[in-house]
């Protein structure tokens, strides 16, 4: 049974920083990219971090290009998360997100957590 479970969200201070942990069971997670995804109660889920199977690739979104980092450990099965020099709109549920395309059943996610930040 495929399982993602996040881990770290939480409530920070303006400018504070925070790590998102997220570990993935019941699937080859060494072949999947990892995502991070958040959303805003109304909106639509933003796609904000991405790292490909063998870490070798990253990409972010603009909004937190040079504040967030992305990072996987294939042998714990694990994909962080590290956010720094937080802002108020960054106040989301962020998801986990693990994705092949080249599978017919290629798309998982997790529950998501909360990270709040306060100004």
């Known amino acids: 049974q495929v399982h993602l479970v996040e881990s770290g969200g939480g409530l920070v201070q303006l400018g504070g920083s925070l790590e998102l942990s997220c570990v993935g069971a019941g699937f080859m997670f060494s072949i999947f990219h990892m995502r991070w995804y958040r959303q805003i109660p109304g909106k639509e889920r933003e796609l904000v971090a991405s790292i490909s199977g063998n870490g070798g690739t990253t990409d972010f979104a603009d909004s937190v290009k040079q504040r967030f980092t992305i990072s996987r450990d294939n042998a714990k099965n694990t994909v962080s998360l590290q956010m720094r020099s937080l802002k108020v709109e960054d106040t989301a549920v962020y998801y986990c997100?693990?994705?092949?395309?080249?599978?017919?059943?290629?798309?998982?996610w997790g529950q998501g957590t909360q990270v709040t930040v306060a100004s």
């Open positions: 997100n693990a994705h092949n395309g080249l599978l017919l059943d290629g798309d998982f």
